[in-house]
């Protein structure tokens, strides 16, 4: 594993160095560490699965040329926050139906859905500060019920995690979980656009070793 993306928030849960002399030496040592993976049908992911406004705002930067000539300079972290609010202007939240292992949830005015196997985020939003990465479970984050100026307070809180302890916010744990929108939404995983659907997601303990 060496980082070279936007937010390299998979290497940054690891606590691999972000600078790739450090992180290429570290692979020469031979240390490694056994990860789950979030698995999606037939897709893997590492860090986040996220719906919704999470998805619109991982669509447009992913389209953004501002990404790119951010990248250069080292601050692609701030692509995400550029693109939130571009996106913010025009998105509209929704409802949703979950089913977390047995349990069933529905949500009115949802801004977003987080499946996590990792804290952290779009260039280090601790979205789900509790996740833990080798612990054979999901952790999940729903934003309800915001208008759009407490929806960017929340933001701010999240960078340090302490957004959890929002009335606004829902937090559920579990090995899988299924998702249902009342209309279609944007989905990402790892920051790249996958699906606009329902999806259906379980954890695969201990699947992946990372050098």
Avoid at 22 to 51: H, N, S
Avoid at 102 to 116: G, Q, R, T, Y
Avoid at 147 to 168: E, M, Q
Avoid at 180 to 197: A, M, Y
Wanted: glycine share 8%.
């Amino acid at each position: 594993m060496i980082p070279a993306g936007s937010g390299n928030d998979f290497a940054r849960s690891l606590g691999i160095p972000l600078h790739y002399k450090k992180a290429l030496l570290r692979i020469f040592d031979q240390r490694y560490k056994r990860v789950d993976l979030l698995q999606l049908e037939k897709r893997y992911c590492l860090t986040v699965t996220g719906f919704g406004f999470d998805g619109e705002v991982a669509q447009a930067t992913n389209k953004a040329n501002y990404k790119r000539w951010l990248n250069q300079f080292g601050l692609g972290s701030l692509s995400y926050v550029f693109s939130m609010l571009n996106v913010l202007r025009s998105y509209r939240p929704t409802s949703i139906k979950l089913r977390v292992d047995k349990e069933e949830l529905s949500f009115s005015d949802v801004w977003l859905v987080a499946v996590a196997n990792s804290p952290n985020y779009a260039g280090g939003v601790r979205i789900c500060p509790q996740a833990v990465q080798d612990d054979g479970e999901l952790n999940i984050c729903i934003v309800h019920g915001l208008s759009k100026w407490r929806l960017l307070l929340l933001f701010v809180r999240a960078y340090r995690g302490t957004h959890i302890n929002h009335r606004s916010v829902h937090l559920a744990k579990g090995k899988e979980v299924f998702i249902q929108t009342s209309e279609p939404v944007s989905v990402h995983s790892d920051g790249e656009t996958i699906l606009d659907r329902p999806v259906h997601l379980e954890i695969k303990k201990g699947a992946l070793k990372v050098v």
